[in-house]
């Protein structure tokens, strides 16, 4: 039976018929998934977006933003190989490679991109990726687009990356988030980067939910790992989380860069990132260098929340960087849940199948750096206030 929310399907052409039975299915699961436009002005507390560093906003990465735009216009218009590298780009691609202590970097138009580009240029016919089972649909797709053979092996499991690569001979790249963006726990990096020295492999590291984060000074999971410079290890950021930008990059040796560019369709086939975003993004950066206390803030925010959910009685991931997720009984209930929230002036992600590998719903929480302790306090209270049964441990209320 569907849902009493649901509105009747419009009427679909012969060769699109068999969306219906689709939205029927979703509709059957919970699954139904709706765009809600977000005012400038929201009213509701924010733990659903990734502004980790509470720098979206912040008067600085608004101002690069602007200034950018009225230097180089609105778009960077055309492909990076074309037209589209302003001196603005090329200044990002610098500091950001120092920063996270790489010699090279190639800014991307999302971390999306940039996970294609690295993935799909460094793993050609012929040679084998090994994919952690929990990682992001980025990489997946990655792995799918390129000629490699790929096999999953069990989530954050060192011992069967070593496993898979014993078992092959030839070029071979390990490759795997550093925070994974569900349950918001870390890889474990440094076994990951001495299973890939051993075998002659290369390592290439989903950083989105690090950098900003983890690391001294936020300077990303690989950095914090000892990875950062390694011959062998590539990094793809995204500068549209603790960067409150947009646009992503892929860092490692200068060898790697120049082979994307000549190699990387998301690259080559792709208009550059706009010099807005290109300028927001630099401003944050240059605004967590002065200010690097804003990464331990997010992980001690993170950490808070943590506890306060489970002195709730509340069935919470302890975090390893800036998410953190709370089991849901259901599909059908998460989304209620989440609606319980947002209409009690708290805006909360939920996380159904199939963006949940183990199947299992949640609400997703991210820590800025930016909250305080009373807001935390009150999430929390929201949170378990709107909780579903079965959410609560028995006893704990």
Known sequence: ?????????????????????????????????TLRPRPADSPLLDLASNDYLGLARHPETVAGAVEAARRWGGGATGSRLVTGTTELHAELERELAEFCGFEAALVLSSGYAANLA??????????????????????????RLSRAATRVVPHADPAAVRAALGAHDGPA?????????????????????????????????????????????????????GLAGDPGTVATVTLSKSFGSQGGAVLGPAPVI?????????????????????????????????????AARAREVAATLHQL???????????????????????????????????????????????????VSRLRLTARADLTDEQLAEAVRVIGRTAPRGAVSAGSR
């Open 1 to 33: 039976m569907a849902p009493a929310h649901s509105t009747p399907a419009p009427a679909l052409a012969p060769a699109f018929g068999w969306l219906g039975e689709q939205r029927r299915a979703r509709e059957a699961a919970g699954l139904v998934r």
């Open 118 to 143: 690295a993935v799909t240029a460094l793993a050609p016919n012929g040679s084998l990726i090994v994919s952690d089972a929990a990682n992001h649909a980025s990489l997946i797709d990655g792995c």
């Open 173 to 225: 790249v390990v490759v795997s988030d550093s925070v994974f963006s569900v349950d918001g726990d870390r890889a474990p990096l440094t076994e990951l980067g001495a299973v890939a020295r051993e075998f002659g492999a290369g390592l290439i590291v989903d950083d989105a939910h690090g950098l900003g984060v983890l690391g001294a000074g936020g300077r990303g999971a690989p950095h914090a790992a």
């Open 258 to 294: 120049e082979h994307l560019v000549n190699t990387a369709r998301t690259f080559i086939f792709d208009t550059g990132l706009a010099p807005a975003a290109a300028g927001a993004a630099l401003a944050a950066l240059r605004l967590l260098r002065r200010e690097p206390r804003r």
């Open 309 to 359: 959910l489970t002195d709730e009685g509340l069935s919470a991931v302890r975090p390893d960087a800036a998410v953190v997720s709370v089991r849901a009984p259901s599909p059908d209930e998460a989304v209620r849940w989440a609606a319980a929230c947002r209409a009690a002036g708290l805006a909360v992600g939920c996380f159904r199948p199939p963006s949940v590998p183990d199947g």
